[in-house]
């Protein structure tokens, strides 16, 4: 694993956006595929112990994914994502909300831009996520600042054994 690979996190409670650029050691067709294809995401999305399943997800502009978290003791929280734009292997942005198992969103919820660029076999992903509202942020901003963390490292670890890295 390499350890000299960009990992930043920023916090701006006044614009209520949280961006993350984080570097893999890995080619950006790779790390996309890893990013938008439910299987793979499945694999490194929940911080361990939980886990991940998608119930579905159809990966294409107004396209949506439904999927669970699950804690160790079976509970299940489920999450609504729609795709608002793709351009293949450079970017894909996506609306993000918490939802019932009904599959109805919680009313406010998060933008997501994904950015993905490649340089001398590495790749950067950028994101930025715009909430809503400020409350929701502040209610869920610890959990996951250390969720994603976890979940980038469960990444970076996936795609060493899928690259052969």
């Known amino acids: 694993m390499n350890t000299n690979l960009l990992f930043d996190f920023v916090v701006d409670k006044t614009t209520k956006t949280v961006c993350i650029t984080r570097e893999f050691d890995a080619d950006l067709s790779l790390v996309w595929d890893a990013f938008t294809i439910a299987e793979l995401i499945d694999q490194w999305i929940a911080p361990k112990p939980f886990t991940a399943k998608t119930k579905y997800q159809d990966f294409k502009v107004g396209g ?3 999927y669970a978290m699950i804690s160790p003791d079976g509970q299940e929280r489920w999450v609504f994502q729609e795709y608002t734009s793709i ?7 996506m609306y993000n909300a918490f939802a019932g198992e009904n599959e109805i969103p919680e009313p406010s919820g998060s933008e997501w831009d994904h950015t ?3 340089q001398n076999g ?3 992903v950028n994101i930025s996520i715009y909430n809503e509202s400020l ?3 502040e209610r869920i ?3 996951f600042t250390q969720g994603m963390k976890l979940s980038l490292t469960n990444l970076e670890n996936l795609l060493a054994v899928l690259s052969g890295k």
């Open 64 to 66: 949506k994914r439904f």
């Open 141 to 143: 901003l610890d959990g």
């Open 135 to 137: 409350e929701r942020m």
């Open 122 to 124: 590495k790749t950067k």
């Open 116 to 118: 993905f660029s490649e």
């Open 87 to 93: 351009t293949p292997k450079t970017n894909f942005k």
